[in-house]
């Protein structure tokens, strides 16, 4: 759902300017479908969209029930669906052969609504989002909690009907390092609808600061405090003694998804400078190299590389079906059969991945 993020954030300005933004929501869906039940995209004036419900087969006449339902200021729903064989034969079906259940919100009908959106930026919890066929609203994130009551319209022949999603809040991604692989990466990650943080302090990197969310200029350890709720977190200063120290103050923490940029022998060189302990604390989390093996080189297909496996671990069900990359053998360190065994499950050396960093 990497465009609920640009959704809402164009909500909160539609709210504050009170423009006629439609929020549509797919509630439940049947079939091949573009979008997922759960996912967002706005409607605005003069055409203005921020994300795609289809291919762009669909959007003009879901543009068109949005600018309806804005102007009523009512709870609409479309039922558009895209299974007919005939439409096939006949060379006119749009769409992934699948049905799609839509309400459209209209945003100056909800009061408030900016504070939930601002709260889900935020990343204080998911955006809950329960409908009833009389026109009942009621939306929450954590604990705030709204509720209206709207008129109704329906849409291509779409009963009113009750339903509830979920929309999880934004993965967080904390970039210990920049390098030049970041001017690629972290944009790219942002467009994803990832949360961005990147920890770097040295003069050379500071002009990339403006790339990520939110910028860091303090040690890692410092910074591990500010980072603790990231589901992922990527080592890649291309300096030795700053990504050991990364590394030591990431051992400690309950960071899920741990990246670490450079070839198979850099990592054993800096497990060799850890303790025991925390070669058992990072390595059921440490994915290194980082990155999937894709092909190409330099540092715009090592970005690419490293985007793609974070996007496999968004969600389970998705990162089950990548195949898992190649583990790796690791010597043994500090000579000990715990520290052997420790090393043992290591998650992945997989690859386009940077093995000359």
């Known amino acids: 759902m990497s465009a609920a993020r640009h959704c809402l ?80 034969l006949s060379g006119s079906a749009v769409g992934c052969r699948g049905r799609l259940r839509l309400a459209l919100l209209p945003l100056r009908a909800l009061p408030g609504f900016e504070r939930l959106a601002q709260a889900w930026l935020q990343r204080r919890g998911g955006l809950a989002l329960a409908l009833q066929a009389d026109g009942r609203v009621a939306a929450a994130v954590a604990g705030e909690a709204l509720q209206w009551r709207l008129p109704c ?33 972290l944009p790219l990650l942002r467009q994803l609808g990832w949360m961005t943080t990147l920890v770097e302090q040295r003069p050379r990197w500071a002009a990339q600061a403006v790339l990520a969310d939110q910028a860091l200029a303090c040690t890692p350890s410092r910074a591990l405090a500010e980072c603790a709720d990231s589901e992922a977190a990527l080592v890649m200063h291309h300096h030795f003694e700053l990504d050991r120290e990364a ?6 923490s309950t960071i899920p998804f741990l990246g670490l940029l450079g070839p198979t022998r850099r990592r054993e060189d800096l497990f060799r400078l850890l303790r025991p302990q925390q070669h058992a604390q990072l390595l059921p989390r440490l994915h290194s190299p980082i990155g999937l093996r894709l092909g190409g080189s330099g540092a715009e297909a090592i970005a ?17 079906a990548i195949p898992e990359p190649n583990r790796c053998s690791v010597t043994r360190l500090h000579g000990g059969d715990a520290a052997a065994a420790a090393l043992a499950p290591l998650r992945a050396d997989s690859g386009a991945r940077g093995a000359a960093r």
């Open 9 to 88: 954030h164009e909500a909160i300005v539609a709210c504050r300017q009170r423009a006629p933004a439609v929020l549509a929501v797919p509630m439940d869906t049947e079939g091949s479908t573009y979008a997922r039940a759960g996912a967002l995209a706005l409607f605005g004036a003069d055409g203005a969209q921020q994300g795609w419900l289809s291919g762009g087969c669909l959007e003009p006449e879901i543009a068109r029930c949005a600018a309806a339902a804005a102007a009523a200021n009512a709870l609409a729903w479309m039922d558009i669906d895209t299974r007919d064989d005939e439409d096939l």
């Open 153 to 185: 319209q329906a849409w291509h022949g779409a009963a009113a009907r009750s339903g509830a999603v979920q929309v999880p809040p934004p993965p967080r991604v904390s970039v210990f390092g920049a390098g030049p692989e970041t001017a690629v990466l």
């Open 247 to 252: 590394l030591d103050a990431l051992a400690a």
């Open 304 to 320: 690419l590389s490293i985007a793609a496996q974070l996007q496999g671990i968004r969600d389970v069900q998705q990162a089950s």
